[in-house]
């Protein structure tokens, strides 16, 4: 995406230079990010960018990347790397994160108390569990120097500037002391790896130095742009660019609705309760120093699998097709746990969806409409347990939710979750992750102040549209249902 800061006041244009699909890969080795390909990906769209970008005469600054957070490679010195990527869906990591849970001295609590992050089995913790007892040469062949690299750190590395791993991300790793903002080095010496494998740490915003002269060279740009790390978690991204700016804070919840659905709210300081840690809620860190507090919530992922499952049975849709079949479903007919473990996976999702249906007495569903509409309307009644518990456990009181994210576009979902929820939802950008992005390098480059300011631009810029609830009994009753379903992760204090 390439961003253009213009006027006074400032607003942001977007402009789309590249877009391209891609998945992890199955190898013997486990599921696997295809990273090569992703880095010619990534020169495509810089290449692109640039060429959008003289043509309207606009110089380009800087260049900085974010993707979803947890994965990671090994780097040696000279960029090479070690191993390839593995996808945090590699169904190893639950079974690691399991075995060093049992011998956590403090158990899962002691370690969230500790950190305040969700133990998802995911977490780069967990990986590097779990990739240790599967490639123990790896580590132990690495040359001196060799670093642990979250994906937009190598990509950075790549392009230029440094090798340094940036905040928001950091936090997801479950390695970061949440009070102190550095990495937690005994937790990470427990794992028996070189303590130098964890590189330096920066925050969001930061100039990591200019693109390589090569690349310069390669791309025809010039010698003088900077590499800028964004929050390159792309949720703090998101978070970053809310267009929240009027509302008093403590009044509005965000969802950051994408392949996961990111549900939350912003706070001064961690919150590690065991209340929290029963739903559980996560502590992440946001630009500014401040924490999003979120739930992660399986999120369009059902959709997306749905839809490749229902392909290979021979009857293919687009999401568009999907939405209007579920449209015409008939509503709250099924519910099911969207944040069911078996759902995680990649595979069998209609198997798995009837499976979950069944056990919990509902109805089975049979159609794809009916498949669909159980994974919306299940997740509508999520972000309404979730913005009740948000109550519960902190002081806010929550008369918006902010959307943002691809899922924006999901216009029926917007209508279930304002339904669910009982309270108005705002639209903002569906690009929400390259705005947050290209307007925290803009403040690294000194062209903005604050994340007050970024968020000030994203309203100028980006109108937000209003979603009415309709009041609906149907809503009321269906949210005792979802809860018997979950087990109602009620706070125990
Ligand atoms: C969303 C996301 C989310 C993480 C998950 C791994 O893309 O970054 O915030 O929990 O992917």
């Avoid at 990986?127 to 599967?134: D, F, I, K, T, Y």
């Avoid at 997801?172 to 550095?182: E, F, K, V, W, Y």
Wanted: charged share 20%; glycine share 8%; hydrophobic share 45%.
């Amino acid at each position: 995406m390439l961003g253009v800061l213009s006027g006074d006041p400032a607003t942001l244009t977007l402009e789309e230079a590249h877009r391209f699909e891609h998945e992890p890969l199955w190898t013997p080795a486990g599921l696997v990010w295809d990273l090569t390909t992703l880095w010619r990906e990534l020169l495509t769209g810089v290449r692109k960018g640039a060429t959008t970008a003289r043509q309207a005469s606009v110089p380009l600054r800087s260049i900085g990347v974010d993707t979803w957070a947890v994965d990671w490679a090994l780097v040696s010195p000279g960029g090479d790397l070690l191993g390839l990527p593995r996808c945090y869906r590699d169904p190893r990591h639950a079974l690691a994160r399991d075995r060093f849970l049992k011998e956590y001295p403090g158990g899962v609590e002691g370690l969230y108390e500790r950190i305040g992050i969700q133990p998802q089995p995911f977490n780069t913790l967990f990986q590097l569990v779990a990739r240790r007892e599967s490639s123990p040469a790896l580590f132990a062949s690495a040359p001196a120097g060799t670093k642990i690299a979250l994906l937009p750190d190598l990509l950075h590395d790549w392009l230029g500037g440094r090798l340094a791993c940036e905040r928001t991300n950091a936090s997801s790793t479950n390695l970061l002391d949440p009070l102190t903002g550095d990495w937690d080095r005994a937790l990470f010496a427990s794992l028996g790896l070189a303590a130098d494998l964890l590189p330096d740490l920066v925050d969001p915003g930061t100039v990591l130095g200019p693109i390589r002269p090569e690349l310069a060279a390669l791309l025809d740009l010039s010698a003088e742009v900077q590499i800028v790390a964004p929050a390159t978690h792309d949720t703090a991204s998101a978070v970053a660019a809310a267009p929240a700016l009027n509302a008093d804070p403590g009044t509005w919840a965000y969802l950051s609705s994408g392949t996961w659905s990111l549900l939350g709210v912003e706070l001064d300081k961690p919150l590690t309760s065991p209340a929290a840690f029963a739903v559980p809620f996560t502590n992440e860190r946001g630009v500014g120093g401040q924490t999003r507090f979120l739930r992660n919530i399986g999120g369009l992922w059902l959709l997306q699998e749905l839809r490749r499952d229902l392909r290979q049975a021979g009857e293919t849709y687009s999401f568009a097709e999907l939405a209007e079949l579920a449209r015409s479903a008939e509503p709250l007919r099924t519910v099911i746990d969207p944040n069911a473990a078996v759902l995680a996976e990649p595979g069998d999702a209609m198997r798995k969806l009837r499976a979950l249906a069944s056990a919990a007495g509902e109805p089975v569903p049979e159609s794809a409409g009916q498949l669909a509409r159980c994974c919306l309307e299940s997740l509508a009644l999520c972000y309404a347990q979730t913005i009740d518990l948000i109550e519960t456990l902190t002081p806010a009181r929550i008369e918006t939710l902010l959307v943002f994210g691809g899922g924006v576009k999901n216009e029926l979902l917007n209508e279930l979750t304002a339904a669910a929820i009982g309270r108005p939802v705002m639209l903002g950008p569906s690009e929400a992750t390259a705005i947050g992005n290209l307007l925290v390098q803009a403040q690294g480059l000194g062209l903005i102040e604050s994340l007050q300011a970024i968020r000030a631009i994203v309203e100028r810029s980006f109108p937000s549209r209003r979603v009415q609830p309709l009041a609906s009994e149907a809503w009321r009753a269906a949210h005792s249902r979802y809860e018997l379903i979950v087990g109602a992760a009620a706070p125990t204090s």
